[in-house]
């Protein structure tokens, strides 16, 4: 009853609210048809590569273009996507949670103008902006991380390894000749704020050296409990140590129980641990989210490590590929990469995508849980 005295009505909690904290509403951003028919939409199709449209009971059609974007977005280009909702969709638009944008118009008459503008723009090294496809039996955007550009913590890129891995399958982006969808993922470090614990190919950035300490600016620089605190494996203790004659409070980690996770580097920035050795990619696999067929998987391991090789990543692009196009060629309909590498098994996986099993990927966790943990909406009673 203290909302209530405080002026908090629980009947009607949006009346008279003045924050500004978080997003607005969703449903302001509605483009009218789809506010119009909320809750009678009958069926969709996709078209064509890039093109959906759904059919309301009421007769209403709505068709979406959906095109890839590069997800850390320039103003420039962000102005550019919002000057093409403007011209063709009433200035609606959305992104979905793979970093595609959606434009959506009202009638079937809309799409082509709306589809050549957008494949008409192209950056000045001749990439398209906005490329048209992503849906249905194909590689959609590839959801990542922040990279070298913003993180502090990564062991690899992320735009660059996205950019470059998106080039290499780009013609599965366009059409939908795979058995199924085929879900591309990036984090770039083992934090992992991209799903890669959960899509069908994975790149994921790994460092493999422990923190650097500089005591002498850990000392002025860092709270020491915070640091200690933050490491997941207490690899982490406090220790005094005397250079120069001087008494200095600082770390020690214990190199045997680090995981490389990078935490500690976020309380403390005198605990760097990126290395150019040491720093790299491993790429996993099979994972998805969906309960179609089967409850969902995580991914597995499945090349260790591959060196950072920027600007264009060439060892992960065509391990990338291969493993493409023997899912492309090999599954069956309807079947997601890691059902068909369990189908097959995984040690024809290995052969059928020319990796090589290395004692790197025996999956060593102490504890079942992977077997134990309820991880789906499958129910077993
Ligand atoms: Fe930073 Fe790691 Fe997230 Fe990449 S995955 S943005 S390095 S925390
Ligand atoms: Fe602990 Fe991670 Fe830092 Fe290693 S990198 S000391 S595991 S917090």
């Not at 506010?35 to 093109?51: C, D, F």
């Not at 709306?114 to 849906?135: C, E, I, Q, W």
């Not at 190199?255 to 996770?261: I, L, S, T």
Request: hydrophobic share 35%; aromatic share 10%; net charge neutral.
């Amino acid at each position: 009853m203290a909302f209530i005295s405080s002026g908090y009505n629980p009947d009607k909690p949006m009346e008279g609210r003045i924050t500004d904290i978080g997003p607005k509403k969703y449903d302001q951003f509605y483009p009218p048809v789809i506010a119009a028919n909320k809750g009678k939409w009958l069926y969709h199709e996709i078209l064509e590569p890039g093109v959906l449209v759904h059919v309301s009971e009421t007769g209403d059609e709505v068709y979406t273009v959906r095109v890839g974007t590069c997800r850390l977005m320039s103003v420039t280009l962000l102005r550019e996507a919002m000057a093409i909702a403007d011209k063709h969709c009433d200035g609606y638009l959305r992104f979905t949670t793979r970093n595609n944008i959606e434009f959506m118009v009202d009638s079937k008459d809309k799409v082509e103008p709306l589809k050549n503008d957008l494949m008409s723009r192209k950056h000045a090294g001749g990439s398209y902006k906005f490329p048209v496809g992503g849906t249905g039996a194909g590689i959609t955007n590839c959801v990542h991380t922040q990279g070298w550009v913003h993180c502090h913590t990564p062991a690899t890129d992320a735009s660059g390894t996205v950019k470059a891995s998106m080039d290499a399958v780009f013609s599965d982006f366009q059409n939908m000749r795979l058995p199924a969808k085929l879900r591309l993922s990036m984090a770039c470090c083992l934090n992992m704020c991209g799903a890669v614990h959960c899509s069908d190919i994975a790149i994921l950035g790994y460092h493999r050296k422990p923190p650097m300490i500089d005591n002498e600016y850990l000392d002025k620089m860092c709270e020491i409990p915070l640091a200690v605190a933050a490491c997941p494996t207490a690899a982490i203790k406090p220790v005094k140590v005397e250079i120069d004659g001087k008494k200095l409070n600082t770390v020690s980690v214990n190199e045997n129980r680090c995981m490389y996770c990078g935490n500690c580097y976020t309380m403390c920035p005198s605990m760097p641990l990126a290395d150019t050795e040491g720093d790299g990619l491993v790429i996993m696999a099979g994972g998805k989210i969906s309960n179609r067929k089967c409850a969902p998987k995580f991914s597995k391991v499945v090349v260790a490590f591959i060196p950072n090789e920027p600007p264009r990543w060439p060892s992960l692009t065509a391990q990338i590929k291969k493993i493409v196009e023997a899912y492309a060629s090999d599954a069956r309909k309807y079947e997601r990469l890691g059902e068909w590498a369990e189908r097959i098994g995984w040690e024809r996986f290995f052969e059928k995508c020319e990796i090589e099993f290395t004692h790197h990927l025996i999956d060593d966790f102490r504890d079942a849980a992977y077997y134990t943990w309820r991880q789906t909406t499958n129910f077993k009673f």
